[in-house]
């Protein structure tokens, strides 16, 4: 591994005083640890037809999408008062490739949930992935709120005041491209690009548009991953269930989400849920910073359709 990290350009984070550093490994920024999971998911993880992707740039609504795809999934076998996500903090009900493979790899013969989370980038995931057809839903949000809350995340995690920790230099690392598995704009660009190729095998969801109307997206969620809602399920309120259960007042006043941690990790659950907001960017950008953001974004996604401010 340190041969690897020999090789490639690195990168230290100077609004976390220095203690992230970060390196550019296929093409994307992250750190050693998790470029050597994401080696390890090349090298042993072997996609199956009927695994379900869920897969996102970090800090866009990956819990909630997290916890509303396994409530679907798992809804014969627990209701909403039943449900793991009561008492477990959803990413140890939904592993992570790259940070536990070869869990993901020991538990699959026996698991029956088909549901598998990562962060990596569409051209690093194991090629199996693409070969095997199996499910990608990926969502992705507002550039600006995506800043926000890497930056409120990274910071309390490393227990920085926001005095030692100016969120301008969040913001000038984010314009330059040093964010977690980024650029932000390579990680949508990717996936969207491969959407257009198999459409029917990856469905974008915004997370703007899932606040918005939950219970259509929720829907439109369950059928994709082939677990659709019928109309016996439907008239019994059986969405509006699991869109309550999963919603961000529900999950974040849960003891386990207030003052647990996960299996074996370091970080506070509480840390997962900060406001589950859209539009918080607002309390922190200047005028100067949203338009370096918005020109950005329509630079980088100009043709996709893809609307990020």
């Known amino acids: ?36 999971g994401g080696i390890l998911a090349q090298q042993n993880f072997k ?18 999408l997290k916890s509303l795809a396994f409530a679907i999934v798992t809804r ?13 903090l959803v990413h140890e009900c939904v592993p992570f ?9 020991a538990q699959r013969p026996n698991s029956g949930l088909p549901l598998i989370a ?13 070969a095997s057809n199996c499910k990608i839903v990926y969502i992705y949000r507002n550039a600006k709120d995506a800043i926000v809350s890497d930056y409120h995340f990274r910071r309390e995690a490393l227990k920085l005041d926001m005095e030692d920790a100016p969120f301008e230099g969040a913001v000038e690392e984010f314009c330059e491209g040093f964010s977690s598995y980024g650029p932000y704009w ?3 660009l990717g996936y969207w690009k491969a959407s257009l190729e198999r459409p029917e095998r990856i ?10 109307d939950p219970a259509s997206n929720v829907k439109r969620l369950a059928e994709f991953i082939g677990h659709p809602f019928s109309d016996d399920e439907e008239k019994v309120g059986v969405v509006d269930n699991i869109v309550s259960l999963c919603s961000f007042e529900n999950l974040s006043n849960l003891e386990v989400n207030k003052t647990g941690k996960p299996k074996g990790g370091t970080l506070e659950n509480r840390l997962y849920y900060r406001k589950g907001k859209d539009g918080d960017w607002k309390n922190h950008f200047t005028d100067e910073m949203k338009e370096r953001i918005d020109k950005l974004m329509d ?11």
């Open 1 to 36: 591994m340190e041969d690897i990290l020999q090789t490639l350009h690195q990168h230290t984070c100077s609004w976390l005083k220095g203690n992230i550093t970060m390196y550019k490994y296929q093409n994307f920024w992250t750190t050693k640890h998790l470029i050597e």
């Open 47 to 64: 996609a199956e037809p009927s695994d379900v992707f869920l897969c996102s740039p970090p800090k866009t609504g990956t819990t909630w």
């Open 76 to 88: 014969e076998k627990f209701d909403e008062s039943t449900s793991p996500l009561l008492t477990k």
């Open 97 to 105: 490739l790259e940070r536990q493979v070869a869990e993901i790899v």
């Open 118 to 130: 990562t962060h990596l980038p569409y051209s690093s995931l194991p090629e199996s992935v693409a």
């Open 186 to 188: 390579d990680h949508i």
């Open 203 to 212: 469905l974008f969801l915004k997370y703007e548009d899932l606040k918005r």
């Open 299 to 309: 630079e980088k996604l100009s043709g996709t359709g893809l609307v990020l401010k």
